[in-house]
Each structure stands twice: as structure tokens, then as C-alpha cells.
């Protein structure tokens, strides 16, 4: 299993900033995306930013120009730095990965695809 640790949730008043970072951790032969999800109360979980190994990158419409994600692939962690804070953008964040572990008989080789989300940290946006 791949452990993402997330941190950087918090409280933030409108208009602030916020920066979300998630560290990959295992046994990864090569990671192909990271990004990061986010769920509302009563809302089904979204996309928020996702970027992949070539620097491919998506943003949500809601955030495009507010949020800017980054990645650094050698050390499989990716940051959300979040700025003109919204109250709706007040939801859980979850980081997500997916990619490949090493084979079983080394990491020489890839071996089993993985997807793994981390566990979430919270985000609130109030005065």
C-alpha cells in the first residue's frame, strides 16, 4: 500500500491562502498522478487539480486562476497552494495517487498498478 500523508487544512478567512502538501510513501516504482479531490458536506466528492508524471495539468472550473498545484516527482509529493479563499471552497481535501509499485522481486521492475487516497484534511473558509 502507498501512504499519502496530507497536511496543511486549517482555517482561513475569505480573500486568504491556504498551501496543501501530500507526501507519497512505499514501495512506488513510478508514480504517473497525483492530484487532489475535495467533498463538500452533502456533495459528492470533485476534482479539484490533478497533475500527472509529463506536467500535464486539470483544474476544476471553480478554482482555475485561484489554485495552483505543483508537484515534485522525485520525491512524490504534490502541494496545493490555494489563494482567494472562498467559503465554498470549505470541504475535506484528499489528496490521490495512482500509479505503480515496484515488482515483488525488486524495484528494477514495475509491478502491480496502485490507486491509494489519503485520509483527508479539512479546509474552512469563514470569517
Known amino acids: 500500500q502507498v501512504l499519502l500523508a496530507e497536511s496543511g487544512g486549517g482555517l482561513a478567512q475569505p480573500g486568504g491562502s491556504l498551501t496543501l502538501s501530500c507526501a507519497a510513501s512505499g514501495r512506488i516504482f513510478t508514480m504517473v498522478g497525483m492530484g487532489w479531490y475535495r467533498q463538500a458536506p452533502g456533495k459528492e466528492r470533485e476534482l479539484v487539480a490533478r497533475?500527472?508524471?509529463?506536467?500535464?495539468?486539470n483544474y476544476a472550473d471553480s478554482v482555475k486562476g485561484r489554485f495552483t498545484i505543483s508537484r515534485l516527482n522525485a520525491e512524490n509529493t504534490v502541494y496545493l497552494q490555494m489563494n482567494t479563499l472562498k467559503p465554498e471552497d470549505t470541504a475535506v481535501y484528499y489528496c490521490?495517487?495512482?500509479?505503480?509499485?515496484?515488482?515483488?522481486?525488486?524495484?528494477?521492475?514495475?509491478?502491480?498498478?496502485?490507486?491509494?487516497w489519503g485520509q483527508g484534511t479539512l479546509v474552512t473558509v469563514s470569517e
Open positions: 490521490s495517487a495512482h500509479g505503480y509499485y515496484c515488482s515483488p522481486s525488486g524495484c528494477d521492475r514495475p509491478g502491480p498498478h496502485f490507486e491509494d
Open positions: 497533475v500527472n508524471a509529463g506536467g500535464g495539468i
